[in-house]
C-alpha cells in the first residue's frame, strides 16, 4: 500500500510578516518590567534595604562550601603539604595551574613543588583541583576579594597560596569533608608522623641502613 501524499496546501508556502497589536506599538509590555522596578524601588525606601549589604563593612554570608580563593595547607612543621603528585594541575579544565617539582630533603617525601601557580584569571572555581589532591594540600577558601590591576598580579605563586586571608575554621570554603575521620585527620595534622622513626620502634628493617 503506498502512504497517503500530503496535499501541498497543508504547509506555508509564502511568510507573512508578524502584525504588532496596538499594545506593541504603544510599547505597553514594558510597563510589566517597569512596575516591578517600582515595587521594589518602593519596598527598599519604605522598609529600608532588603537586597543591598554595606560592602565592605558588611559582608555576605556564603555556604561553607563556597569556592573561593584557593590555600596550600601545610604540615606541622609549616612545610608545604604538596607532594607535586601533578593531579591537580592534570585535572584542572582550565589548564590554570603550573607545578615545577623538586626531590625533598625529607626521606619520607618524595617530592615537593619548586614552583606552584595558579592563574586566577583562567580559574574557573570548578573545585576539581581539590577532588583530586590525595595529600588534601590545597582547598579552597570563603575569599571572594579578587581584584587586580595587571596581568602579572593575577598569577598567585606558593608563598601567596601559604599565607591564607584566615586561618578560622568556619570561614574555610570547599575542601573535603569526612566527618568519620575528623578526628583521626586533626591527630595527623598535630603529629608530624615519621615513617623511619616508627619502624625503628617497630623493630622492622629500614630500607637502606646497614646492619652489623
Known sequence: MT????SSSSYATTTRPYKMSLGERLY?????????TLRHFLRNLFKGPEYTIEYPEERRNYSHRFRGHHILTTRPDGSVRCVACFLCSQNCPAECIRIEAGEHPDVN????????????????FCGFCVDACPEEAIIMSNNYDMAYFSRAQSIV??????????????QLGYRPRFPE????????????????????SAGAPVVGSATH
Open 3 to 6: 502512504e497517503p501524499q500530503a
Open 28 to 36: 505597553l509590555p514594558i510597563l510589566g518590567g517597569m512596575m516591578v
Open 109 to 124: 617525601i618524595e617530592k615537593f613543588p619548586l614552583v606552584y601557580e595558579i592563574d586566577m584569571l583562567r580559574c574557573v
Open 157 to 170: 605563586g606558593k608563598a601567596d597560596l601559604m599565607k591564607p586571608f584566615t586561618f578560622d575554621e568556619s
Open 181 to 200: 575521620e575528623d578526628l583521626a585527620r586533626a591527630r595527623q595534622r598535630r603529629e608530624a608522623f615519621n615513617l623511619v622513626e616508627a619502624a625503628r
